[in-house]
DNA sequence: CAGTTGCGCGCAATAATATTTCGCAAAAGC
DNA sequence: GCTTTTGCGAAATATTATTGCGCGCAACTG
């Protein structure tokens, strides 16, 4: 259970410590399928529907769920193109990179950008309805965008796996080790 | 309205037109909120509750909804370190590539992994615990898998944006032009 | 142009589910 | 050993999901 610690909106202190063997498994059923109903939710963690919910109000309340969202295909829908687009900025001044960060925030195009240590400062995941799409994209906005150095983009040929979250297998493995 | 064309489990011919714009916006809303109650969706779609479930389900079948899942925090589950990794195979032969994907899809610290073009043949995004789990995956089952030819690793320093989906604002504007 | 058919909507009824309330019991603290 | 705390679960209530019609509209047909 999640200790309902009110640290002022302060940092959780020693993350999944909070969370007990039923927490966890909430949280990996969650992640499977989200619109698990709760009654169905409780009856595969072992306990009763309240309790249930009221751990899933709880997790989601300390953040350790964010939110839910349906998985589209992206293909059905008609954006055929992936991109991986590798950028490196001319300044890594902060208040540059955090520029360039907003920026990204504000393409729609652009699903992901993460900051990378090395060579490389952002990886930006992208889609696209078309090729064309994309290309104008690049040149006309991600190209020409203010201290932006280079650019090297790779098409996606095909995904091999997607699979959403973290594992959890591995954090209990980790876990009853620690114990 | 999605028409319930029995192409026998075949290709969908024209993606999206399939969809009319309520449809379009039950999957917008349901991206955006995954567990959002039917009559709330519906309410915001702008029909009644029966019909709106019968769109969802029917959205569902047609795979335009691969599921739904629970966004969860990562950091605050105990896993630090985000990583991409690009990796070079020795062979591009297809047996080669699907053996090394087939890999991957074993991997749980592995969450997505891409076949690009160019030089690199496959990004992987990984997650893990610590830094040295990772390193530990790294040397003892990427570097030493069969066929592995280079391995360039960017640690994730923090991310700037992680939106799931596709963007729905995109395709509107797309389908208001070509009207 | 009236008749017919197909399709999707919404209303109303029913079945499930979510959510609240409350009392009890076990673990933690004193 | 006795409070205090914490979380469980049963029962009651409120919401939601789901099913079963009948209606209207638009396309097709004769």
Redesign the pocket.
Known sequence: ????CENEGGVPDVPSHRL?P?DRKILSELQADGR???????KRV????????????TLEEQGFIRGYHADVDPRELGFEVQVFAMVGLQSQAEADLSAFEERCRNWPLVRECHMLNGEVDFVLKCVAPDLSTFQTFLTSQLLTAPNVGSVKTSLVIRGAKDEPGVPFEVLEERLSKSA
């Open positions: 259970m999640v200790y309902k007990d039923i698990m109903t709760n009654v169905e939710l409780a072992g306990i009763s529907a309240p309790p249930c919910l009221r751990r899933v109000r």
